[in-house]
T-cell receptor, first 110, second 112 residues
């Protein structure tokens, strides 16, 4: 079965700094989803990547999909305290099931 | 307007009891899901319904039974609750099987 490994597991940055979170799949990626979870809340859908080389941006968050490397990265530019939370990647290994990584906990210090 | 809602938000109960969690979506989606997030924050699929038909049924104890009375609702009934059932349960919905999923706020179940 497909497994997703996220790195780092946790990240503490100073406000204004850039950061990158990686998600590596054990199998071929058929779509990659990024979500954000704040403590005590549900997951918020950020973006979906479907094709190798695809890159999407929303405000200060950019996600890229490297299909050959079976990897996706999430980059936050000029981080703010509002970016704090747990970022999860999800993917399908050719089935209906969406499998999630264990998440990356991001703390942004003012 | 809440897109995917769950009730209750918190549920504290004793071992051996039977409880239900309700989920409703007003997005007009065809597919709904139940996920379990354990104490280590690991999120795992339990069930999925597409147009009221069960399409994903993971290795979950028989004590867990989902029911979809219509496309907008997916309930989760748990019999004979055990300590290990303590977790946060999330409902989600999507326009179809291979689309992005939208999650509810979660139900934190504590079994004592």
């Amino acid at each position: 079965s497909q497994e997703l490994e996220q790195s780092p597991q946790s990240l503490i940055v100073q406000e204004g700094k850039n950061l990158t979170i990686n998600c590596t799949s054990s199998k071929t990626l058929y779509g990659l989803y990024w979500y954000k979870q704040k403590y005590g809340e549900g997951l918020i859908f950020l973006m979906m990547l479907q094709k190798g080389g695809e890159e999407k941006s929303h405000e200060k968050i950019t996600a890229k999909l490297d299909e050959k490397k079976q990897q996706s990265s999430l980059h936050i530019t000029a981080s703010q305290p509002s970016h704090a939370g747990i970022y999860l990647c999800g993917a399908r290994g050719g089935s209906e099931k969406l499998v999630f990584g264990k998440g990356t906990k991001l703390t942004v210090n003012p | 307007d809440t897109a995917v809602s769950q009730t209750p938000k918190y549920l504290v109960t004793q071992m051996g009891n039977d409880k239900s969690i309700k989920c409703e979506q007003n997005l007009g989606h065809d597919t709904m899901y139940w996920y379990k997030q354990d104490s280590k924050k690991f999120l795992k699929i339990m069930f999925s319904y597409n147009n009221k038909e069960l399409i994903i049924n993971e290795t979950v104890p028989n004590r867990f039974s989902p029911k979809s009375p219509d496309k907008a609702h997916l309930n989760l009934h748990i019999n004979s609750l055990e300590l290990g059932d303590s977790a946060v349960y999330f409902c989600a919905s999507s326009p179809g099987i291979f689309y992005e999923q939208y999650f509810g706020p979660g139900t934190r179940l504590t079994v004592t």
